[in-house]
């Protein structure tokens, strides 16, 4: 096997489902390996970490793509994330991105703690009513999902009767951020991006005539200035950008995580007695079973080199988190799920000028949700049969049927 093979394998349903030990056989071709007609796939953990953290690899912009593939211009998903910070490099991204950790800040993340808990109690509520009679609750649907986007909305601003409309939306949009066999593929992905860009303008619009305390009021009031920090269309996608980020991370990692404690119930027990941090295990589901399973970057300078090996100006490199975190030269037993790892730093979050601006809201929900789920549901078990979503990129459930009664 060698590099082109892995990256053919990874886009097959068979190995999203489980891409685990096709990671193995790529660590066996070194941290990182050619994968032919200029492109290399990157699995060790320091490896990863050094793409990741070097500012010579950058992300494939708008324009690149443009530039190789026309075709991929007349697709507004691709459009919209090719104006976010996603998809931006210096000096775009950095000055886009200082503006949205201005407002996005620790303190503002720290005081949602109370809104958190207030809103982990009220969807176990919902919970205990809806599954009383012992018929199965869909956990992703009824919890999952709807904490971390009712949270992500009220810093944005959006109000209660549209935030969950955005699940079938960001569905769809986040094919785009997929490794895709056929452009055709982005038919949903543009209509939900065109609807989102129609909902954030007006949004915006309105915060503009009656501001708030909230995300959407502090950057459209940047934007309005006209004074070169933040355009109209970087507004609109950073806003669409903020809104997927803010939950789709979180809703994996809540989902990813019960699964792991219904096959580690003695990790369950733990959390309940107290002898399991809730931080630590977060992290060790962060780096089990990532959200964020892979990205790409690109070499944009002279003079890169990974583990010894040239990476050429241009030469586009699959970056395997994934993998990356289940590295047996990092941590020992690595295919163990095991949250008493005091030396765990998964990549999920990524690194660098691109790490997660997200990250320490969604390690805030993930620290208080799941005590609380398991402290209100002693006899919380699995209600049926999980899907798994058919990504690789984002991966998660899409249902994950439980009984709480």
């Known amino acids: 096997m060698d590099g082109a093979t892995i990256i053919?394998?990874?886009?097959?349903?068979?190995?999203?489902?489980?891409?685990?030990?096709?990671?193995?056989?790529?660590?066996?071709?070194?941290?990182?390996?050619?994968?032919?007609?200029?492109?290399?796939?990157?699995?060790?953990?320091?490896?990863?970490?050094?793409?990741l953290r070097t500012p010579g690899f950058g992300v494939?912009?708008?324009?690149?793509?443009?530039?190789?593939?026309?075709?991929l211009a007349t697709h507004s998903s691709l459009a919209l994330f090719g104006r976010s910070i996603l998809q931006r490099n210096a000096p775009d991204q950095p000055r886009v991105r200082a503006l949205?950790?201005?407002?996005?800040?620790?303190?503002?993340?720290?005081?949602?703690?109370?809104?958190?808990?207030?809103?982990?109690?009220?969807?176990?509520?919902?919970?205990?009513?809806?599954?009383?009679d012992g018929s199965p609750v869909d956990f992703m649907d009824a919890f999952a999902f709807r904490l971390p986007v009712g949270v992500i909305c009220e810093l944005l601003g959006v109000p209660d009767q549209d935030r969950y409309r955005f699940r079938g939306l960001t569905?769809?949009?986040?094919?785009?951020?997929?490794?895709?066999?056929?452009?055709?593929?982005?038919?949903?992905?543009?209509?939900?991006?065109?609807?989102?860009?129609?909902?954030?303008?007006?949004?915006?619009?309105?915060?503009?005539?009656?501001?708030?305390?909230?995300?959407?009021?502090?950057?459209?009031?940047?934007?309005?200035?006209?004074?070169?920090?933040?355009s109209a269309e970087e507004l609109l996608a950073n806003l669409v950008l903020l809104l997927v980020g803010g939950f789709e991370t979180t809703t994996n990692l809540l989902g990813n995580g019960l699964a792991l404690l219904f096959r580690h119930p003695e990790v369950a027990e733990g959390l309940r007695s107290g002898a399991v941090s809730p931080a630590l295990f977060t992290d060790e589901v962060l780096r089990f079973d990532s959200p964020v399973q892979a990205t790409v970057r690109v070499a944009l300078e002279e003079g890169l080199a990974v583990d010894g090996l040239p990476v050429p100006p241009g030469s586009t490199v699959t970056v395997l988190i994934g993998s990356a975190n289940h590295d047996p030269a990092r941590y020992d037993r690595p295919e163990v799920f095991d949250p008493a790892r005091t030396d765990s730093q998964p990549l999920s979050f990524g690194g660098g000028q691109h790490f997660c601006l997200g990250s320490q809201l969604a390690r805030l929900e993930g620290e208080i949700a799941v005590p609380a789920l398991l402290d209100r549901f002693p006899r919380l078990a699995p209600g049926g049969v999980p899907t798994r979503r058919d990504r690789l990129v984002l991966r998660g459930y899409e249902t994950l049927p439980v009984t709480v009664r």
Do not use: H
Not at 20 to 42: N, Q
Not at 196 to 214: I, S
């Open 8 to 51: 053919e394998q990874l886009m097959t349903t068979e190995v999203r489902a489980d891409p685990y030990p096709l990671y193995g056989k790529a660590r066996a071709l070194g941290p990182i390996a050619p994968a032919g007609d200029g492109m290399f796939v990157v699995s060790g953990y320091e490896a990863v970490n050094k793409v």
């Open 171 to 230: 569905s769809d949009l986040t094919v785009a951020l997929e490794v895709l066999k056929d452009l055709d593929e982005l038919g949903p992905a543009d209509a939900a991006a065109e609807e989102m860009t129609r909902y954030f303008t007006e949004l915006a619009a309105e915060r503009l005539a009656r501001p708030q305390d909230d995300l959407v009021t502090d950057l459209a009031r940047i934007a309005a200035e006209d004074d070169g920090r933040l």
């Open 100 to 132: 949205i950790a201005s407002v996005f800040n620790a303190r503002r993340v720290a005081a949602l703690r109370p809104a958190v808990e207030t809103a982990v109690g009220r969807l176990l509520d919902e919970m205990a009513e809806q599954g009383a």
């Open 60 to 71: 494939a912009t708008a324009e690149m793509m443009a530039g190789t593939a026309p075709e």
